[in-house]
């Protein structure tokens, strides 16, 4: 290989940029050639006067090292680093630069590469966690690296993806894994309903769009089903990743970092095939017993149980990344169960991009959301944030903006403590402003906050130049397109004479509480927010839960109330939605129970209600 395309493979890590100098996918199978001479780290270094040193990871986060008896070592420093790996290790991804720093010395240049095949010789891989601990065996060199990785921690997992590329993006209709909704009867009634899957397959024409409801005629009762319902994409795959890594590791613990999704029966489900979690959907740690961690009840916690050998799902919410940093230092596999919805990195993506614009990010999002946590984490690595939770928070945000007084600067910071980057000066960041969301929340809510951003800003500045100030133009393009087009079919299906709602959903789902409000507004008392079949008592009777003001659990309850107000009156018109962690069986089975409640002469087949739908 000539010296100049051996060159080309490094290229220099700019600041806040973490993943910019990656290349994509496909570098995992090139071969980084570095021949004597012409090594391309070196052939850099012979510039630079500085030396290069490669750190090479493999996917379960754990550095190549070279051992003895007396010292652990680095392998690949020096001008042959490249030669060493390639003889080492014959694939790997491109070289990223990261940072260089000067020991006894010499100025070293850093680079991370991920490589994919087992140790051999006198190499081994050890977990940073491991290797802290070596104390005085470890190499000088190696001794002064360590605790300069720390803010680069959260790359080293993704050293295989380019900066566009997405974690897991979802799996076409074709390559879904359905044999897992059917490996066992509590399987099958839970995850599977034939009317469901009617209800997709014809009113559905398009699956990001809303399409008009169906309607299932059983006679004395008749049920309004939006187009569209139930699991979403990022939902589905993060299900299926969840039994799949159950499946796929016998023998071995297999943990979730919090609740796979918001519903319980899904939780408990998965709970009783083994799967564990490590803390509740607030962040609390769970201990060896299972319990919350308690400061009045010391318990060591699952965390610190963890080792290499475990498997640790990320949920669709995505997580912190000190989450994700705790994992990295104990050697375990980050990237292969990550189960983060491509929705929400696309948020992500949205943000780093307004941050490198030099704009400020506002969270839409509810801050005590494991979501809105993970995206306030991922952003602040590249922008000043701050979260707000609606409208009238804006509206404060943009009295400042119109009029900066010492007092204004001092109530925003009191009022959004612990929602703030750090550092977070009102005064420096709220000239320019971008607008992201918390992708449950209701469409129009954040389109408000934007439009009024951008309102803000064409007074103080200008028609002109008053739309620089608001990035993306105001584009609403990190909404969620599922949250949406659910919205879109529910309003639809409402536009139908109804008697009464069902939202069925977990009570922390926040997508589920925005789809009980659509409903709410429409419909007012005769709207129920309800877990299951269970929530409805009787024919005339049912629970209802009442969603907490503040968002946080605490001061949600249920209510009984009555389910109409004529019981006898018939056919009643019911619609009835799930939100997107809403397994297919419990519509069925909510279907179900009211029926029950009517004599079965009055009741329609289940095959005649298919035979309606297909005609």
């Known amino acids: 290989m000539p010296c100049s395309l051996a060159v080309s493979r490094v290229r220099r890590k700019q600041p806040a940029r973490a993943a910019s100098t990656v290349r994509g996918r496909d570098t995992c199978d090139r071969k980084f050639d570095a021949p004597r001479g012409c090594a391309s780290v070196g052939a850099v270094s012979v510039a630079t006067a500085r030396l290069p040193l490669l750190l090479a990871f493999n996917p379960s986060n754990q550095l190549a090292v070279a051992v003895d008896s007396a010292r652990v070592k680095l392998p690949f420093a020096g001008e042959h680093a490249g030669a060493d790996l390639n003889r080492a290790f014959p694939t790997s991804t491109a070289p990223a630069e990261y940072f260089s720093f000067t020991h006894a010395g010499t100025e070293w240049a850093v680079s991370f590469v991920q490589v994919s095949t087992q140790a051999a010789g006198d190499l081994a891989f050890r977990s940073i966690e491991q ?8 190499d000088p060199l190696l001794a002064a690296v360590l605790p300069r990785l720390e803010p680069h921690l959260i790359e080293i997992p993704y050293l295989h993806l380019g900066e566009n590329d997405y974690i897991y993006r979802f799996r076409v209709e074709k390559d879904r894994n359905r044999s897992i909704y059917q490996q066992d009867d509590d399987a099958r009634g839970l995850y599977q309903s034939k009317l469901c899957e009617a209800i997709k397959a014809l009113a559905r024409t398009n699956e990001r769009s809303a399409s008009a409801p169906a309607v299932l005629d059983f006679g004395a009762v008749r049920y309004v089903i939006p187009s569209h319902f139930g699991f979403c994409l990022g939902v589905k795959n993060a299900i299926e990743r969840a039994y799949e890594s159950l499946a796929e590791n016998p023998g071995r613990r297999v943990f979730m970092l919090s609740e796979l999704i918001h519903n319980p029966f899904v939780n408990e489900d998965l709970l009783r095939r083994g799967l564990r979690y490590l803390q509740t959907d607030k962040g609390v740690p769970f201990t060896v017993s299972g319990r919350p961690a308690s400061a009045d009840q010391p318990e060591p916690w699952l965390w610190d149980s963890l080792t290499s050998e475990d498997v640790v799902i990320i949920p669709a919410f995505g997580a912190t990344d000190e989450d994700k940093k705790r994992l990295i230092r104990k050697g375990i596999r980050v990237a292969q169960y990550d189960a983060t919805c491509m929705l929400v990195e696309k948020v992500w993506k949205a943000a780093r991009a307004f941050g490198r614009e030099g704009f400020t990010v506002v969270i839409h999002g509810k801050s005590e959301h494991e979501e809105t ?9 590249y922008a000043p944030a701050i979260i707000i939770r609606s409208l009238d928070e804006a509206r404060l945000l943009g009295d400042y903006i119109a009029q900066p007084t010492p007092a204004g600067r001092a109530a925003i910071l009191k009022k959004f403590e612990g929602k703030t980057t750090p550092g977070f000066d009102p ?98 008392s005769r709207a129920f927010f309800i877990q299951s079949e269970s929530s409805i008592r009787s024919r005339c009777q049912i629970e209802h839960y009442v969603f907490p003001a503040s968002g946080h659990g605490k001061g949600g309850h249920t209510e009984v109330h009555p389910l109409w107000k004529d019981c006898d009156m018939a056919p009643k018109r019911v619609l009835i939605t799930g939100g997107a962690s809403c397994p297919d069986g419990l519509v069925q089975q909510v279907i179900t129970r009211i029926n029950s409640f009517f004599p079965a002469a009055e009741l329609r087949s289940i095959d005649a209600v298919l035979a309606d739908l297909e005609q």
Do not use: W
Request: with cysteine; glycine share 8%; aromatic share 8%.
């Open 131 to 138: 290797l802290e601990r070596q104390g005085d065996r470890l």
């Open 373 to 381: 946590k993970a995206t306030f984490s991922n952003t602040r690595r």
């Open 427 to 524: 005064t420096l960041h709220l000239d320019r402003v971008a607008v992201v969301n918390q992708t449950t929340l209701l469409m129009n809510e954040t389109a408000s906050i934007i439009d009024y951003f951008k309102t803000v800003f064409t007074a103080k500045y200008g028609a002109e130049s008053g739309l620089e100030h608001v990035g993306g133009a105001g584009k609403k393009d990190t909404l969620c397109y599922a949250t949406q087009v659910n919205q879109d079919a529910l309003a639809r299906a409402l536009g139908e004479p109804l008697d009464a709602a069902f939202v069925v959903g977990g009570k922390n789902s926040s997508n589920t509480y925005q789809l009980y409000r659509v409903c709410e507004h429409k419909l007012g």
